[in-house]
């Protein structure tokens, strides 16, 4: 059968039966199409365990693939495969003997904690053109470092979703498809309550909670993007969205948050993943270290 049909009803039982998010969808037919592209195949019976072995090995010859890597293309390949001898298009995964290499553990990136005050200052302080922006990007950030979402997560948020009154965010279908809510400090609270009273005094009525400036419709990615290139420069700090979050985490565990509420604040859905926290974060092993009976 022809390799691009099946690709096409792999994509399409993806997302309407198994519902999984179009970031996992695009990922998994990123690396499909790309073993179609160097193994030239034009069927899917075209598939062997030789050339998906030269893909591999192609990969982290030619061009460069760690191991973390290899093991996302390997995941990815496995499941379209399955699937594909689940609907009898072949009758062996091909994948299956791979030798896949040990997974790289790095210790999570993220900010100190006086990094973290530095970056939150210069976006308050940054020199804008109205104050909007200062109160809606300063409330974005606290997000980040106060709460922990995700870019995704925070992009869809809605107004309804964050009850300042009440210290608590719901977070609709995060990672995995799952609900959380997640608790509000009176610090965001109060950067949440600058915001949401600017943007009523604009008269800002659509259901997600950040928006643009000048339009009535939600915050876009592409923004977002720009305001963290903008406040990179200003500041002088590197970051990314995601070391935000990671450096929620690690703040969160120094202040002596259990690694169980962190892990449900964090939409983990294995705790084992939130644990990688507790390396990061040396004031916490070193709090914990005081605890030996013989420092006494």
């Not at 790309?34 to 195949?41: A, D, M, R, S, W």
């Not at 949440?192 to 008269?203: A, G, I, Q, V």
């Not at 800002?204 to 923004?223: A, I, V």
Request: proline letters at 2%.
């Amino acid at each position: 059968m022809d390799i691009n049909i099946v690709v096409q009803k792999f994509v399409d039982h993806s997302r309407y039966i198994r519902g999984l998010s179009p970031k996992t969808i695009h990922g998994y037919h990123g690396v499909i199409k790309l073993y179609i592209k160097y193994t030239q195949i034009r069927t899917i019976e075209e598939s062997s365990e030789n050339n998906v072995r030269e893909f591999f090995v192609n990969g982290r010859t030619e061009r460069n693939w760690k191991s973390n890597s290899f093991h996302r293309y390997h995941t990815a390949l496995s499941v379209f495969f399955k699937w594909c001898i689940k609907c009898s298009y072949i009758k062996e995964n091909p994948a299956l003997a791979l030798e896949v290499p040990k997974v790289e553990k790095r210790l999570p990136y993220k900010l100190t904690k006086q990094e973290a005050m530095k970056l939150l200052e210069v976006v308050y302080n940054y020199p804008y053109d109205y104050k909007y922006l200062r109160y809606r990007n300063h409330a974005i950030f606290s997000l980040f470092m106060f709460a922990g979402l995700r870019k995704s997560e925070l992009l869809k948020l809605k107004f309804a979703d964050v009850d300042i009154e009440n210290l608590s965010i719901f977070v609709n279908q995060g990672k995995g498809s799952k609900d959380r809510i997640v608790p509000m400090s009176f610090t965001l609270a109060q950067s949440l309550k600058r915001y949401s009273d600017e943007r009523k005094r604009l008269n800002k009525t659509c259901l997600e909670f950040f928006t643009s400036l000048n339009r009535n419709l939600g915050y876009t990615d592409s923004g977002l993007k720009r305001l963290v290139i903008q406040m990179r420069i200003a500041s002088g700090i590197k970051f990314s969205i995601h070391k935000l979050r990671h450096t929620f985490a690690t703040l969160m565990l120094e202040g002596g948050c259990d690694i169980y509420s962190l892990s449900r604040m964090m939409g983990h859905s294995d705790i084992k993943t939130t644990t990688i926290y507790l390396s990061a974060s040396a004031e916490h092993l070193r709090s914990q270290m005081t605890k030996h009976p013989l420092n006494d």
